[in-house]
């Protein structure tokens, strides 16, 4: 069964309340000032009982200029949409106004409908009717049903009932399996509730219970009850009107406009890129920025309109613009929106979003109207390898990429494997993918980081990793450091050798007075044994150059020659591995090992072997327990 919104749409005074009373017996003004003035000022909602026993939601909309507004709010859902035009009066000017709008928002299915046909004659109907559907020309109900009304006598109501089923029956179903979202266009306290919030559900499915988030204000919520049609239910589907009553949040939490939808799936933004079409019908052209009011779901913003193609968009013409908010939204690709003159108050214009939250571009920039294509009309994939190819300067995770483009975790993950099969995008961390060109950029950098320490430091081996990580990627987590520094690797850009990154070719290349020096050092501590000579005492038996004599010893220490202890205190590494061997063995032959046996055993001093045994416990080699050593 398909859930689906109609919304009635048309002229003040119209008859349009009148007729879904007619249809549904349902009286959908409930405002004192509403029935006072005859005319509706804030959204009604009704139901239409269907011939498969579900329910088909109704929104009434105001029809009068100063409410354009709540019309807008309530067209964001439609599926199926009545254009109402009373036969007394004919084609008004909010006739044309909201059939501009139903428009923009790329509504594909309505009936234009003729009311008050009892108040006229035959004649003056037929006119009214040529008036119709000359007003239809060119648009998505040039090809609609006209059917002829009367609220008062009941004629043509049960044709029209017959045909709104027809249609409805023909409906696609919306998308379940992309997470819910409401946009919020009533909200009010119930004594004993709490919170209630009113909306139509665009997208997923919502349960009792369910954790919800507020956006753009990131407000957390959780879900006590809902109904549809006035109806308690477990859970609420797309395409239904829906009241949701949560559990921990106050009136004053909440605001028309607002957002509900999962934790984490929606990203606050004060700019979009949008493809802006302006009405044939608009009385003026759109100039670069402009300042317009926005309308999207049920809410309105001030915006000014960047204009990306050039200096002004006329009537009937279309292009890309970065609509910059005054405001934060809760927006997502491929919804749809209307924008209004600021002064005066006028719909010129509407269309869809591009790119929700995009970076600042520049005016004709072509590499940018080019992405701008590929993003409003490319295939999934292509949107994901655009989203990974924007977001890798700032490292965006694959779930913000897939909030970004509406696309489910799993259809996000299927495409970003694809394109790293394809060699487009690698995984740097898990459910983080980057561009190849912004990789390939980060080596070019990361090459130079180390080329000009090798110039800086030419015996040493290589940049400690923690150093280089702070260099390279100051502002990212350890994880995502490690990540580009392992792709680096794999791909032979670097290598890591003992905590020690260098450029992959990279070796250090002694002078004849540094081979000279590496030569004396090493003969001191091999002949040192586990008695070894302290470090100033070897720098100076190195000459005059003791800058030199300090690189040197400094190389070997990286380099894996020599093993560094405390202090001043070195052991040759052929001596220091033996004497590893010497204690494990001596260990697993007795269960532990006490100081005196490892001076013994070494036939050194206790100072040296006091000095083993800590660094052994150190690396966590041996541990101390008491007086003796035992294995890690």
Request: neutral net charge; proline residues 3%; glycine residues 10%.
């Amino acid at each position: 069964m398909n859930n689906s919104i109609i919304g009635t749409a048309g002229h003040v005074d119209h008859g349009k309340t009148c007729l879904i009373r007619a249809l549904t017996g349902i009286e959908t003004d409930r405002l004192r000032e509403e029935k006072k003035r005859g005319i509706t000022i804030e959204l009604g909602f009704a139901y239409l009982d269907l011939p498969d026993g579900g329910r088909a939601g109704i929104i009434d909309v105001p029809g009068h200029e100063k409410f354009v507004r709540n019309m807008l709010a309530g067209a964001g859902g439609i599926d199926l949409a009545l254009l109402i035009v009373a036969a007394d009066e004919g084609v008004m000017p909010q006739t044309v106004e909201h059939l501009g709008i139903l428009s923009l928002l790329e509504i594909k299915h309505g009936i234009l409908v003729m009311t008050k046909i009892d108040t006229v004659d035959d004649d003056w109907r037929q006119l009214v009717a040529e008036d119709i559907r000359s007003q239809a020309q060119g648009t998505f109900l040039e090809q609609a049903p006209l059917i002829e009304v009367s609220s008062y006598t009941g004629e043509g109501i049960e044709q029209l009932r017959q045909e709104i089923f027809c249609q409805l029956a023909q409906l696609k179903g919306k998308r379940g399996d992309i997470p819910f979202r409401i946009p919020v266009d009533r909200v009010f306290s119930m004594e004993g509730f709490g919170t209630v919030i009113t909306g139509t559900m665009i997208e997923g499915k919502l349960k009792e219970g369910d954790e919800v988030t507020l956006y753009p204000g990131e407000k957390p919520g959780k879900v006590r009850n809902i109904q549809v049609h006035s109806q308690s239910v477990d859970t609420a589907y797309a395409g239904q009107r829906v009241a949701v009553n949560f559990s921990n949040l106050k009136k004053s939490d909440i605001q028309r406009g607002d957002v509900v939808a999962p934790p984490g799936t929606m990203h606050p933004t004060m700019m979009a890129d949008v493809r802006l079409n302006i009405l044939k019908e608009a009385k003026r052209a759109v100039k670069n920025t402009s300042r317009l009011h926005f309308y999207h779901g049920s809410r309105e913003i001030l915006c000014k309109a960047v204009l990306l193609e050039g200096d002004v968009l006329e009537p009937g013409q279309s292009g890309y613009a970065q609509l910059r908010l005054e405001e934060t939204a809760a927006l997502k690709a491929g919804d749809h929106f209307v924008v209004r003159f600021y002064s005066p108050l006028e719909t010129v214009g509407g269309g869809v979003i591009v790119d929700p939250s995009p970076f600042k571009r520049k005016r004709g920039d072509q590499n940018a109207l080019e992405e701008l294509k590929i993003l409003e009309k490319g295939s999934l994939q292509d949107k994901i390898c655009q989203g990974i190819k924007m977001g890798s300067a700032h490292y965006r995770p694959l779930d913000f990429v897939a909030v970004q483009f509406g696309a489910s975790m799993g259809q996000a993950r299927a495409a970003a494997q694809a394109l790293e099969e394809e060699g487009q995008v690698a995984c740097i961390a898990p459910d983080l993918y980057l561009h190849q060109q912004f990789i390939q950029a980060q080596g070019q950098r990361l090459s130079e980081i180390l080329r000009e320490y090798h110039t800086a430091n030419p015996l040493k081996e290589g940049m400690k990793k923690e150093e280089l990580r702070t260099r390279f990627l100051p502002r990212q987590s350890q994880t995502v450091a490690d990540g580009m520094l392992a792709y680096y690797e794999k791909a032979e850009r670097i290598k890591s050798v003992n905590g020690l990154v260098s450029l992959f070719r990279f070796k250090v290349k002694f002078d004849e007075e540094a081979a000279r020096m590496t030569e004396k050092m090493e003969k001191l501590y091999l002949e040192g044994g586990y008695a070894p000579p302290d470090t100033e005492d070897v720098l100076a038996q190195m000459g005059r150059d003791q800058k030199k004599a300090q690189q040197v010893h400094n190389a070997l220490i990286t380099g894996g020659t020599l093993a560094r202890m405390d202090g001043q205190i070195c052991f040759h590494r052929q001596h220091y591995d033996r004497a590893v061997e010497l204690i494990r063995r001596g260990i697993q032959e007795k269960g532990q090992i006490t100081l005196a046996e490892v001076r013994d055993l070494l036939g050194t001093s206790r100072k040296y072997a006091v000095v083993i045994l800590e660094t052994l416990d150190r690396e966590k080699v041996t541990k101390k327990i008491g007086d003796a050593r035992v294995l890690a």
